[in-house]
């Protein structure tokens, strides 16, 4: 079963059952920075940890999935998520307001899930 790392409480709550979901309550740089140090264990990106149209600033929330099978550490897993983590430090976070939130876990769960439905 595929590896499905989120900060994204919608995300955790709808993909139960599909992934092996690992949860973390931690910045969108941070979910990125666990990703990585799966990528060097030899876990593949199957999704792009920066899909969409919005900028690391504008939103706390990130989902990426990985293979769930380990093998040769993925040259191209480690570039991308290198270059992701880089744009992301280059953003300062914004504060969000409350309300804005739930809305920020549907747009996530928006793409995450396009990603899904794609690969099925």
Do not use: W
Not at 1 to 21: A, Q, S
Not at 81 to 96: S, T
Request: hydrophobic share 35%; proline share 5%.
């Amino acid at each position: 079963m595929d590896i499905l790392i989120t900060n994204n409480p919608m995300v955790h709550k709808y993909c139960d059952g599909e992934f092996r979901i690992e949860f973390l309550d931690d910045t969108l740089t941070g979910i990125l920075l666990h990703v990585r140090d799966l990528i060097h264990k030899g876990h593949t990106l199957l999704t792009h940890p920066l899909s969409g149209s919005i900028k690391p600033n504008e939103t706390p929330y990130k989902s990426v999935i990985l293979s769930a099978k380990c093998g040769n550490t993925d040259e191209r897993s480690v570039r991308i998520i290198g270059e992701c983590i880089l744009v992301a430090q280059k953003f300062n976070p914004r504060d969000i307001p409350e309300y804005m939130l739930k809305d920020m876990q549907v747009v996530d769960y928006s793409l995450i899930r396009s990603a899904i439905d794609a690969r099925n």
